[in-house]
């Protein structure tokens, strides 16, 4: 089973520049998550999808951070435009429902953004 | 509010057991998982506990819950080299729909 894609891998720009990432989940997940995970602390959720429907962006900064999920598979996430403290890595996770009842969370491999 | 705690380091020697401890706050917690974070990777799922547990073993994984002090605890038996990473807890309260991660361990495992 492949597992949760994202790309690209990394990223440099500079302040008030823009920058997009994509991620493909695990096929017929149907819960998508973009978490951010700043070095030496551990991934804060900025939004969750189910199917293409937001469940819980609380957390997102939305002045300059927007997601969609068209078609409730692949997914992006946009900085517009950057600042410094949003230098992370941003972390795409899928979910399906398990027999007992709760979500099993699968990663990718995060995108490492250096904003300068 | 939610709030979950590590402690930042641990050292052991390869062969020995190693204890990973986390507390948190948030008394409705359904399931506490434990991650392992190898470095330029993604989280990866070790091991999972239901807050009605108390204690849950899974090959060399061991997962202690003290529901009463809200502190969690994974043992990891005869450590290998392989076993250094940062290991993550976190806490749900929504079935693992919505997950709170502590700030991570990192183990470091010595010759």
């Known amino acids: 089973e492949a597992g949760v894609a994202q790309s690209p891998r990394y990223k440099i720009i500079e302040k008030r520049q823009s920058v997009a990432f994509w991620c493909n989940p695990i096929s017929g997940h149907a819960t998508l998550y973009w978490y951010q995970q700043i070095l030496g602390q551990g991934p804060k959720l900025l939004i969750q999808f189910q199917n293409n429907g937001v469940v819980d962006d609380s957390q997102l900064p939305k002045d300059r951070f927007s997601a969609e999920r068209l078609k409730g598979v692949d997914s992006t996430l946009k900085i517009q435009p950057a600042k410094l403290e949003d230098s992370a890595v941003y972390l795409c996770?899928?979910?399906?429902?398990?027999?007992?009842?709760?979500?099993?969370?699968?990663f990718g491999p995060g995108t490492r953004l250096t904003v300068t | 509010g939610e709030d979950v705690e590590q402690s930042l380091f641990l050292s052991v020697r390869e062969g020995d057991s190693s204890v990973i401890n986390c507390t948190y706050t948030?008394?409705?917690?359904?399931?506490l998982y434990w991650y392992k974070q190898e470095p330029g990777a993604g989280l990866q799922l070790l091991t999972y506990i239901f807050s009605n547990m108390d204690m849950k073993q899974d090959q060399r994984l061991t997962v202690l819950l003290n529901k009463k002090d809200k502190h969690l605890s994974l043992r990891i038996a005869d450590t290998q080299t392989g076993d250094s990473a940062i290991y993550f807890c976190a806490e749900s309260t929504g079935g693992g729909n919505k997950l709170t991660f502590g700030t991570g361990t990192q183990l470091k495992v010595e010759l």
């Open positions: 948030d008394s409705s917690s359904t399931y």
């Open positions: 996770a899928s979910s399906f429902v398990t027999s007992g009842g709760y979500y099993e969370q699968y």
